[in-house]
């Protein structure tokens, strides 16, 4: 049985560690931190994701511990309605879920000595029809090929293609936690608003919670405002549809996470003989389409399948990413072209732009509707 080295135990790497196995292959993961877990956030599995989840017997699952999303809706600052997009058109569910609850459905199936933790990955080696992997602490392992599922920052990316830093593309989010359901919501929809240089959503995932982030232009790691990042949050929304200020009284400083936002610009080849890139570490993208992880997803499946039909590593990596490539380029290129609308702060503009939603509603939804309808 072919051994496959996983570096990265994210929402990637997990998914693929399940996919390989369902295929008859070893994988073993090699995560940097001491648990596996995820950042206290939502997350939208589009049709696209939820066919994986479905083809990885965890469809049921999942829809157990999310929460059905039937519309995206998006909105002016004030709650005017622009575009209505029905996204439960297909015969795969959208889902709302917390990330961790997605996260523990993937690891949870995958026996858990396939996990090695606190194991930082440096550097690799290939060897003749092995690749040797080197740890931080030490440890060497050595498989028949590796993927690099490490993330925005990937050491694997940075050892395959150089070490390039991501483009900061000027935006800023916060993302918050709260039990608290606004009057105004209507169950089944994701609600964003768009303003000035800034967006706001919210959504209902599983068990009672409701998600909600925003975003806003900000330099590069521009810290919080003195007063904390409730107080900054609740000036800057103060007078937005009032759903949006309940949101953010209601929920816990603790809970509000921050993050900058980058991508990078595609690139080819990502695979050099048995070793490839995978989710994030492969094509980051901004989260303006809801994507990043749904594509991960697909990568996993897409990876297994290859390397299930082909048992050379080698030619599975190019077959898995010729056939990744184009899909994930024109996702990072839409979810970039998506953010500049947000990035609008001139009055006149966003008049426009508002406009420009409400006339092209359903070519908007058509998009929406191509990018959800691919099966991996
Ligand atoms: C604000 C925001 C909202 C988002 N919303 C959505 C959404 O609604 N839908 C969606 O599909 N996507 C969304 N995304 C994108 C999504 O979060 C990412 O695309 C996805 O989590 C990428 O998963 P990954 O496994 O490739 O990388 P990561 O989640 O970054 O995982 C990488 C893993 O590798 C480990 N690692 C890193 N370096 C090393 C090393 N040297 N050695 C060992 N381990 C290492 C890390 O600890 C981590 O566990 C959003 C992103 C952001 C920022």
């Known amino acids: 049985m072919k051994k496959i080295i996983i570096i990265g135990g994210g929402i990637g790497g997990a998914a693929t560690a399940l996919a390989l196995s369902h295929v008859g292959l070893e994988p073993v993961v090699y995560e940097r931190t001491k648990e596996l877990g995820e950042v206290g956030a939502g997350i939208a599995l589009w049709a696209n994701a939820t066919h994986v989840l479905k083809n990885l017997g965890l469809l049921e699952k999942a829809i157990q511990v999310g929460y059905p999303i039937t519309n ?8 005017k309605e622009l575009v209505n997009i029905r996204v439960d058109r297909f015969e795969l569910p ?10 523990q459905l993937l690891w949870r199936n995958v026996p858990s000595e396939k996990f090695i933790l606190e194991a930082t990955f440096e550097r690799f080696e290939p060897k003749t029809n092995q690749v040797h992997a080197y740890f931080a602490s030490g440890l060497e392992a050595e498989g028949d090929a590796l993927i690099g599922a490490d993330g925005l920052r990937s050491c694997v990316r940075a050892a395959l293609l150089g070490d390039v830093p991501p483009t900061y593309r000027n935006f800023k989010t916060w993302r918050g936690l709260t039990e608290f359901v606004p009057k105004d919501y209507r169950p089944g929809y994701i609600h964003e608003y768009l303003g000035r240089g800034k967006g706001f959503g919210f959504m ?9 982030y925003a975003a806003a232009t900000a330099l590069e790691a ?13 000036n800057m929304f103060q ?12 929920t816990d400083e603790a809970q509000i996470i921050t ?5 990078r610009p595609p690139i080819q080849p990502w695979s050099q003989g048995t070793i490839t890139l995978l989710g994030d570490a492969a094509h980051p993208m901004l989260p303006t389409m809801g994507q990043g992880a749904c594509t991960a997803l697909e990568d996993a499946y897409v990876v297994a399948k290859c390397l299930k039909e082909n048992p050379d590593p080698v030619a ?7 056939l990744r490539f184009p899909r994930t380029k024109a996702i990072v290129e839409q979810s970039l072209q998506s953010s500049k609308m947000g990035q609008l702060k001139n009055p006149v503009a966003v008049g426009l732009r508002n406009v420009f939603m409400k006339v092209m509603s359903s070519a908007i939804s058509s998009r929406f509707k191509s990018l959800h309808s691919y099966r991996a």
């Open 72 to 79: 995206y809706q998006f909105n002016s600052q004030r709650g």
């Open 94 to 103: 959208v889902i709302g879920i917390h990330r961790a609850e997605l996260h």
């Open 204 to 212: 209902m995932l599983g068990k009672g919670k409701m998600y909600w």
């Open 222 to 234: 521009q810290p919080d405002a003195p007063t904390g990042r409730k107080k900054e949050l609740e």
């Open 239 to 250: 007078d937005w549809f009032s759903a949006i200020p309940e949101l953010i009284a209601a």
């Open 259 to 263: 993050t900058d936002l980058y991508d």
């Open 316 to 322: 599975a990596f190019q077959t898995y990413e010729s």
